[in-house]
């Protein structure tokens, strides 16, 4: 065992020892665990922090948009209305699919990024 280990193995049985795990929110329940197997082990630290920052990725964005404009096609009984969600949604799918392809998409990351950036500075309280 690495020196790191044992040492926060050692800190982790003196917080116990004094108490500092009882009353944890969620005491007693099962761990929610992530099922992350199709992503390679060692992004998967990033991608959680990412996403329980509040970070979605583009295609989720694009996903979500699409089903709305599914509904609201679904719903609309007019010919007019039933055209406007139909360019809408072929709209969104290049879109998609513009955004999947990778170089061309570095300025789509970076305004990715800096939303990422914003929200952490914000629960930070300006640093970042």
């Given amino acids: 065992m690495w020196l790191i280990d044992r040492l926060a193995e050692e800190h ?3 917080a116990q020892a004094r108490g500092e795990f009882n009353n944890l929110p969620g005491a007693g329940r099962p761990l929610v665990l992530d099922n992350h197997a199709a992503v390679p082990e060692e992004l998967r630290a ?3 922090l990412l996403r ?3 970070y979605l990725a583009p295609e989720v964005l694009f ?3 699409i089903s709305r404009a ?3 096609l679904a719903l609309a009984r007019e ?3 039933r055209s406007d969600c139909l360019q809408r949604i072929a709209s969104l ?3 998609l699919n513009l955004a999947r392809r990778g170089p061309e998409n570095l300025q789509l990351q970076q ?3 800096e939303k990422f950036r914003r929200r952490v500075r914000q629960r930070r309280g300006g640093y970042v």
Avoid: A, H, K, M
Wanted: proline share 4%; aromatic share 12%.
């Fill in 111 to 113: 305004v990715c990024f």
């Fill in 70 to 72: 599914e509904q609201l």
């Fill in 12 to 14: 982790i049985r003196e």
């Fill in 52 to 54: 329980n920052s509040g």
């Fill in 79 to 81: 010919p007019d209305r």
């Fill in 63 to 65: 996903y979500r948009e």
């Fill in 46 to 48: 990033g991608y959680r």
């Fill in 93 to 95: 799918v290049t879109s």
